[in-house]
DNA sequence: TAGAACTCGTACACCAACGTACGAGATAAC
DNA sequence: GTTATCTCGTACGTTGGTGTACGAGTTCTA
């Protein structure tokens, strides 16, 4: 609640803004590494001192709320580029691509959120990027490519979970392999989940028009 | 490494053994529900006093890993009883819904072991269900009802993810839903990723034969 | 260039949870 | 029934990170 567009408050002066914007992104930086990073590793990483940082953000909590803020924003910011027109299969496709690297990117902020925010926090921090999924996940419903079977917001979960899981392994340092072939076991995984399921029992004729997975 | 049968040591009297039995009943308890639940908690809620059960285990940590464990064991035993033969699609369906009740139940107790025990240390408890789990998704393979373009190891992982991220969805109180049908969603998304996908292309002949999903 | 806003170091109070020390009393083992 | 083991309360030391206090210096702003 500190820092950030204040309605109604006096500007803050430039070096101010400037710092609060170091800290942030240093915040983003080292909490998206090591959730327990503390309070003087993100100043010294923003080359601040520790009292300048509790200038700007009262707590611990304001700091990580802050940086998480941030990077939804600039991840929703990223989303709204992505062309979700036309095919749903195709532009869940090109959504995931670009959603898996800011995942990635910020996987154990996530984390450090979870332990800090009060609950709920971070799922309403996550709205925008959600309904995006879900907006799309409905209109593949309605074009029929997308399983109706199951209620869209639990599909919206479970792609959550698929991106968030695999980040940590990332993270984690098991999981060896390359950028491009994860970004690729993420997007097949997802799309399996989402995709209409073949047609059951002994008509095996009208199945789905093949997708290239 | 403190308690649990120890070779080569002077057997530990009745009462130490039905102590211990009960704080680890407890730390799953508590640990389960709560990943912050305090070596005091969990003592009390055991019926023990907090000195007693540092006469047991050393550190946090150790208590951490002593419940896991049992926790990790008690669900082997269970899933060793789950009958794997057959086809490969219909055996996982099985071992799923058995799993599902074993990971719900545990949902906290995973992420405070995330928490405390050094890096590894969780997977290398884990390696037992995720033997099982890989040793069906390979057969599963041969007999051509799973997919065989990813890594086995990617897929065991996926599993894992959509089944602890519903887990702490529920433990979070978000989806609100009847236990039965969440156990049926979890099924059907895990499947759904295994499945063997529609074929891509053209040839909309050759597909699988239909699954009831 | 005056003054407000901001920086930032040192030093410290604080807090929660961990883990230890001591020792009297209860209880199992033989 | 004797002895080693176990229980468990109170009290204390430790640690690590959070947040505050003070105050001198610096840099914007107007």
Do not use: C
């Not at 101010?16 to 503390?38: F, K, M, Q, Y």
């Not at 009262?58 to 990580?64: E, H, M, N, Q, S």
């Not at 090109?94 to 690297?101: D, E, I, N």
């Not at 997308?146 to 917001?153: G, L």
């Amino acid at each position: 609640m500190t820092a950030s567009p204040r309605p109604g408050a006096r500007p803050r002066r430039a070096d101010a803004e400037r710092s609060i914007a170091r800290i942030v992104a240093a915040a983003r930086e080292r909490l998206g590494t090591d959730p327990n990073a503390t309070t003087d590793d993100i100043a010294k990483a923003a080359g601040v001192g520790r009292m300048t940082l509790y200038g700007h953000f009262r707590t611990r909590a304001d700091l990580v709320d802050a940086a998480l803020r941030d990077a939804v924003e600039d991840g929703d910011r990223t989303l709204a580029a992505v062309d979700l027109a036309g095919d749903a299969y195709e532009a869940m496709r090109r959504l995931l691509v670009s959603s898996w690297a800011l995942v990635a990117e910020s996987a154990a902020l996530l984390t450090a959120a979870q332990g800090v925010l009060p609950a709920g926090r971070v799922r309403e921090l996550h709205e925008g990027p959600a309904a995006r999924v879900g907006e799309l996940v409905r209109r593949g419903r309605d074009q029929g490519v997308f399983r109706t079977d199951m209620p869209t917001a639990w599909l919206v979960g479970v792609v959550q979970h698929i991106l968030h899981g695999a980040a940590e392994e990332v993270r984690a340092g098991r999981l060896e392999m390359a950028p491009g072939e994860l970004s690729d076991m993420v997007t097949k995984s997802v799309l399996a989940v989402l995709a209409v399921p073949p047609a059951p029992g002994p008509s095996p004729a009208e199945t789905p028009p093949g997708r290239a997975v």
